[in-house]
């Protein structure tokens, strides 16, 4: 029996089939099907109370245009943030810039 399998046919629980639904989790459940796109928008969505205690870790200097996009490695160890610069920077966890890319982009960098 393949992994799918195993997953599709074990019960279904509110945590989901490995305990605790983070992002990895409910992105994963998405790709199988087993979370419908709306019911995978619903537990992304972020609470009021939870962005009341967030709290600023790091100020990242260095893009010279507004940041438009940004995303983790699976590690959470490295984030790369695109911008109006047309370049991505890559940080390490603890706010320094690792590494600029150009692009060569002539606009805008979104995604």
């Not at 790091?58 to 959470?76: A, D, Q, T």
Request: hydrophobic share 30%.
């Amino acid at each position: 029996m393949t992994l799918e399998r195993d997953i599709w046919n074990s019960p279904r629980t509110p945590f989901g089939p490995f305990g605790a639904r983070g992002s990895h989790s409910l992105a994963w459940e998405r790709e199988f099907s087993l979370l419908s796109p709306h019911q995978f928008r619903q537990q992304q969505q972020f609470t009021e109370d939870l962005i009341g205690r967030l709290g600023l870790a790091y100020e990242l200097k260095g893009h010279e245009g507004c940041v438009n996009c940004i995303s983790w490695n699976e590690e959470g160890t490295l984030l790369a943030s695109g911008s109006d610069d047309c370049k991505v920077r890559v940080w390490n966890d603890r706010g320094k810039c690792q590494h600029v890319v150009a692009t060569g982009h002539t606009g805008n960098i979104f995604g």
